[in-house]
């Protein structure tokens, strides 16, 4: 079963699922984050019901502690547009890192995490259904080490999936390791923005860990028709590993999102990019990277 804001739902009633998205964000560092600052029930609601319309079912808010995450809005979008959303705790990159974190003891930290899962969050007590992770670009940095190590522990004690952020796509082999150190099964962790890096090899790399990637940074290059990315994926489909791929959007920006006077919309992925992708692979590859496989990565396990 995954927490949702629903409720714990089965894996396998997921149905098409981005693991990788942001509906509603409350960036507490405005107004730099401004452009990432997505707070409108009405507008989140209408992006998330072209998602539906799509074929959509579930979409799994990314934002994690101290980066305006909001369970109990998500909750609201859910009931009125009947997708189901799962939130997230943990952390993002050392930058995004809460001021409380560096004044507590790893202990101490980890039942902050545990407490989520446990007991639930805000006013309506819901429970997360993934934790993340993240990491700076050239180094994991110390505080960034210290937070994969508790949450990952968290993470394998309640069985819940891990989704990480790579900055620039780099470092997943090295989060990989830290994370898998902490007896966390790789096939339940799925690590972000890997795509970034346009290097198929490095891609085949994490994923012979057992890891699946997003591709989430889809959308970007509508002139293009994300040409590069559609024959990297297509690659990775002919050489078999299209069931460790998931796709996902990563649109936590106003420019992304028509709703808030954006291109392309939570939809693209499900229409112009499955027009695209299919003229490469089967439509049985396309379910595969939008349903199989992040139901495999988010699906609990014994702990
Ligand atoms: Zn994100």
């Given at each position: ?13 997921l149905?098409?699922?981005y ?5 509603i ?10 452009p ?5 029930v ?6 998330v019901?072209?998602?539906v ?9 990314l ?8 369970p ?5 979008v ?6 189901t ?24 930290i980890?039942?902050?995490?545990e407490?989520?899962i ?6 309506l007590?819901?429970?997360?259904g ?10 994991i940095?110390p ?9 990952s ?36 962790v799925c690590?972000s ?8 090899d490095?891609?085949?790399r ?22 590069e ?8 489909v ?18 992304y999102l ?28 396309f379910?595969?990277?939008v ?8 699906d609990g396990y014994?702990?």
């Amino acid at each position: 079963m995954i927490n949702t804001v629903t409720g714990p739902v089965k894996a396998s009633k997921l149905g098409t699922t981005y693991i990788h998205e942001h509906v509603i964000v409350h960036p507490n560092e405005l107004p730099a984050f401004e452009p990432y600052s997505l707070t409108n029930v009405d507008k989140s609601s209408r992006e998330v019901e072209s998602f539906v319309r799509a074929g959509g079912s579930t979409i799994v808010d990314l934002t994690p502690l101290n980066f305006g995450r909001d369970p109990d809005a998500l909750y609201e979008v859910s009931m009125r547009t009947g997708a189901t959303i799962v939130f997230t705790t943990g952390f993002h990159k050392d930058a995004h890192i809460p001021r409380w974190f560096f004044e507590m003891g790893d202990a101490e930290i980890a039942e902050v995490i545990e407490g989520e899962i446990e007991h639930g969050v805000g006013e309506l007590h819901l429970k997360p259904g993934v934790v993340k992770v993240g990491t700076s670009l050239d180094a994991i940095l110390p505080s960034e080490k210290r937070a994969i190590r508790i949450c990952s522990s968290v993470a394998r004690n309640a069985g819940l999936a891990m989704v990480t952020h790579c900055d620039k796509g780099r470092l997943a082999l090295e989060q990989l390791a830290e994370i898998s150190a902490r007896g966390v099964e790789l096939e339940h962790v799925c690590v972000s923005h890997t795509d970034l890096t346009l290097d198929a090899d490095y891609l085949k790399r994490v994923m012979d860990t057992g890891a699946c990637i997003s591709f989430d940074h889809v959308g970007r290059d509508l002139e293009g028709g994300d040409h590069e990315r559609v024959s990297i994926l297509a690659e990775l489909v002919r050489s078999g590993y299209g069931d460790r791929v998931c796709l996902a959007g990563d649109m936590g920006k106003k420019s992304y999102l028509p709703a808030y006077g954006g291109k392309p919309g939570f939809a693209y992925i499900l229409t112009t990019l499955r027009d695209r992708l299919l003229e490469h692979i089967d439509a049985r590859d396309f379910e595969r990277m939008v349903r199989d496989n992040p139901q495999r990565v988010l699906d609990g396990y014994e702990s």
